[in-house]
């Protein structure tokens, strides 16, 4: 298990720009943690990937945010950053950290806020 605490969220205009961080307790190297990765929920809806990124340093990224968000991870691996440009209103969601491990087990942060206006 890692503990994970997310930060940066916020309220942002249309078309601005945000950054995620998620600083997890400890590294992704030499570890059993598959992936680091984005998820968010909507109000009234379930909660769906935005990006993840493996160990190896492999990104996935959901299509409706292709082209606007980048994942990242700082050099010792125990940091992930979403940055998050041209935003839209439909971005709007509780967005969280997560960490995967093998069978499924997943451990989550606390989640963090994020709302675009028009």
């Known amino acids: 298990q890692v503990q994970l605490v997310e930060s940066g969220g916020g309220l942002v205009q249309a078309g601005g720009s945000l950054r995620l961080s998620c600083a997890a307790s400890?590294?992704?190297?030499?570890?059993?943690?598959?992936?680091l990765g984005w998820y968010r929920q909507a109000p009234g809806k379930q909660c769906d990937l935005v990006a993840t990124i493996s160990s190896r340093g492999t990104t996935n990224y959901a299509d409706s945010v292709k082209g606007r968000f980048s994942i990242s991870r700082g050099n010792a691996g125990n940091t992930v950053f979403l940055q998050m440009n041209n935003l839209k209103r439909e971005d709007t969601a509780v967005y969280y950290c997560?960490?995967?491990?093998?069978?499924?087990?997943?451990?989550w942060g606390q989640g963090t806020q994020v709302t675009v206006s028009s």
């Open positions: 997560n960490a995967k491990f093998p069978r499924d087990f997943d451990s």
């Open positions: 400890r590294s992704i190297f030499g570890t059993n943690i598959l992936e």
